[in-house]
């Protein structure tokens, strides 16, 4: 798992009740292995990582 350019995760964040509709965020990175992201309650993230293999 690469990420993007330096490990840049791209992400869209959705959460109806808040009004934040398929908003890009750029603030996810791969840190080794991992990505961690906290989701705000009743949101749909959406995550764009390169280079897993499944």
Do not use: F
Not at 2 to 11: A, E, I, N
């Amino acid at each position: 798992m690469t990420g993007g350019s330096g490990g840049l995760v791209p992400r869209w964040s959705t959460a109806p009740a808040g009004g934040d509709r398929y908003t890009a965020r750029q603030d996810t990175r791969v840190d080794g292995e991992r990505v961690s992201v906290a989701i705000p309650e009743a949101s749909v993230q959406t995550h764009q990582v390169d280079g897993v293999t499944v």
